[in-house]
């Protein structure tokens, strides 16, 4: 009876995520939280346990069945060695795209004594969102990684989640505040603009994936240049045409709205990525208040 019901539930979202995807509709979080997979208070106490842990619970999804539990783990190690999913505050978003995989799947375990996750503030993670992902299906997957993010970000989840005592309760939790997140608009918060001026290329995408998993949902990239490109072009610094480096002189420019309340969070993981930036040259962060913003950036 149990496994009629799991697979009836597992039919049914399947069927409301075709029925969007063949009208051009996006993922839904509701419709990709698997209930049976979510668990309470793990006992394992470091990264590689719990991926592992993670690994063994998405084996047994029926979405995920196909694939081995040794290669879903090795897909999540592989993403942990570019950088750790441990953002800070207690969360981290082990993900990973895998292929062959025909629906995105996301399931939630918790730790109330902690999880040495290596997150970027140093702190255990008590909270474990995990995401699997169609291989191909990149703009959706960082839809679906933003969305969960502002849900944590803009709710007591945490909080809560702590207080489940059950898998269905740590899932029901989950999709509780996935309502009240999807109801409240960002733009009632009070934005500033965010810019991240970059010239070394090794920052930008894991300052990009930062700013994702803190809920920011779009941001602009302008391509730019620093002084040094133009200055051999004055006739004082004419000789010195050839010395002035072109990699080092090319820049890039991020540019985002995000909550002001958020603001030294987000400059605080940045740091974490770049180092401390008034001590190292390279990159440079400044915000600055906006009068008035109509429209969005949002990824489409």
Do not use: W
């Not at 309502?179 to 991240?196: D, N, S, Y």
């Not at 002084?227 to 010395?243: D, K, Q, R, T, V």
């Not at 480096?245 to 987000?266: G, Q």
């Not at 913003?293 to 990824?299: A, E, L, N």
């Amino acid at each position: 009876m149990r496994f009629c019901q799991r697979t009836h539930r597992a039919a049914a979202r399947q069927i409301r995520r075709h029925q969007r995807q063949r009208h051009g509709g996006i993922v839904e979080l509701h419709d990709i939280v698997i209930k049976e997979a979510c668990a309470a208070d793990i006992k394992e106490r470091n990264k590689e346990a719990v991926l592992r842990r993670v690994a063994a619970i998405a084996a047994h999804i029926p979405a995920t069945d196909h694939l081995t539990e040794e290669h879903i783990f090795t897909k999540l190690m592989e993403r942990e060695e570019q950088g750790s999913t441990g953002f800070g505050n207690g969360i981290a978003i082990p993900h990973a795209r895998l292929p062959k995989l025909g629906e995105f799947v996301l399931f939630i375990v918790t730790s109330r004594r902690g999880v040495d996750f290596r997150a970027i503030d140093r702190k255990k993670v008590n909270a474990l969102f995990v995401l699997l992902g169609p291989e191909e299906k990149v703009n959706e997957y960082l839809k679906v990684l933003a969305a969960v993010s502002h849900v944590i970000n803009s709710t007591s989840l945490r909080r809560e989640l702590m207080a489940a005592h059950t898998g269905q309760a740590v899932a029901e939790t989950f999709l509780r505040n996935v309502h009240i997140a999807t109801g409240e608009r960002r733009k009632t918060q009070k934005m500033v603009a965010l810019f991240v001026v970059l010239y070394i290329d090794d920052f930008f995408y894991d300052i990009l994936e930062f700013l994702i998993q803190q809920g920011v949902e779009g941001a602009t990239v302008i391509e730019s240049s620093g002084m040094g490109h133009y200055i051999s072009n004055i006739p004082l610094f004419a000789s010195f045409i050839g010395f002035m480096n072109e990699d080092k002189n090319r820049s890039r420019t991020i540019v985002a709205l995000v909550p002001e309340d958020d603001v030294h969070h987000i400059i605080d993981g940045i740091e974490a990525i770049t180092g401390n930036l008034d001590k190292k040259e390279g990159a440079m962060v400044f915000t600055l208040e906006v009068g008035f913003h109509r429209g969005t950036m949002k990824m489409m």
